[in-house]
């Protein structure tokens, strides 16, 4: 086999490159409204984890029919985190300013609230993704797979803020950061939990009625589903239907 056989390794990984090259600008273009941000991360992810898996994917129009079905929630959902985010932060300047000193547990509890929401932030999006449940239960959700997945969501969390830091401390590289710096994260953790994905959807199929090895159909590929009774997962209650 040819080096530049389309075919060959090295093809299917300046592909792959290229996809995640045009994700990324995707992506970043859709967040620039603010309000966005959510249904466009959810978009990313979804791509994302087609590309990890080699799946069949056209980016700009499974993008925008992932952008499109799960904006409402989406949406929610990033307004939720921003205000977690404004009024941690507002937390954290108060206490570092105030002239009198805060207890100890003030700042226990500050500290705990603000890494469960960033447990919970770092699979939310992907999980919405994939599967299609109520707000609070994809919340819930998405809390209990980063603690089920506890070693790659802190390899998911450093994933994310690697080029935020890289680009701090080598200003240079900012480029390949704007071309990389979302989607490059998003198919990193993709790689991660793909697999538990895959079980989780596999489990739900059967609880379905399923044939676990039948592929899902490109216009229906969301997982969960409502009907389901609790406990799917060992002693977890990730419960839904995959999309």
């Given amino acids: 086999m040819g080096l530049f056989n389309i075919d060959s390794p090295l093809m299917q990984v300046l592909g792959k490159v290229a996809d995640l090259m045009i994700l990324n600008l995707l992506a970043l273009l ?6 966005t941000i959510g249904a466009s991360l959810t978009a990313m992810h979804y791509i994302a984890l ?15 029919k992932s952008f499109k079905e799960n904006f409402k929630q989406a949406t929610i959902v990033w307004l939720l985190l921003l205000l977690v985010i404004v009024v941690l ?19 226990v509890v500050i500290a705990v609230v603000g890494f469960m929401a960033l447990l919970t932030a ?14 609070w239960r994809t ?16 390899l998911m969390i450093i ?4 080029p935020v830091i890289l680009t701090l401390l080598f200003p ?8 990389f710096g979302l989607a490059g994260p998003a198919f990193g953790g993709a790689c991660l939990y793909s697999k538990f994905f895959l079980k989780l959807e596999d489990r739900i199929r059967a609880a379905n009625g399923t044939d676990v090895s039948e592929e899902p159909d490109a216009e229906d590929e969301k997982i969960f589903s409502d009907e389901l009774q609790e406990g799917i997962v060992e002693d977890s209650e990730i419960v839904g239907r995959p999309q």
């Fill in 30 to 35: 859709c967040c620039i409204p603010i309000v």
């Fill in 50 to 64: 087609k590309i990890a898996r080699n799946e069949d994917y056209y980016i700009v129009r499974g993008f925008f």
């Fill in 89 to 107: 932060v507002g937390d954290y300047f108060i206490i570092s300013n105030a002239t009198m000193e805060f207890p100890f547990f003030v700042k």
């Fill in 122 to 135: 770092t699979f939310v999006f992907p999980a919405m993704a994939r599967f299609e449940n109520p707000l």
């Fill in 139 to 154: 919340l819930k959700n998405a809390f209990m797979m980063s603690i089920l997945q506890f070693p790659k969501t802190i």
């Fill in 159 to 162: 994933l994310n803020v690697l």
């Fill in 172 to 179: 240079q590289i900012f480029p390949l950061a704007f071309l």
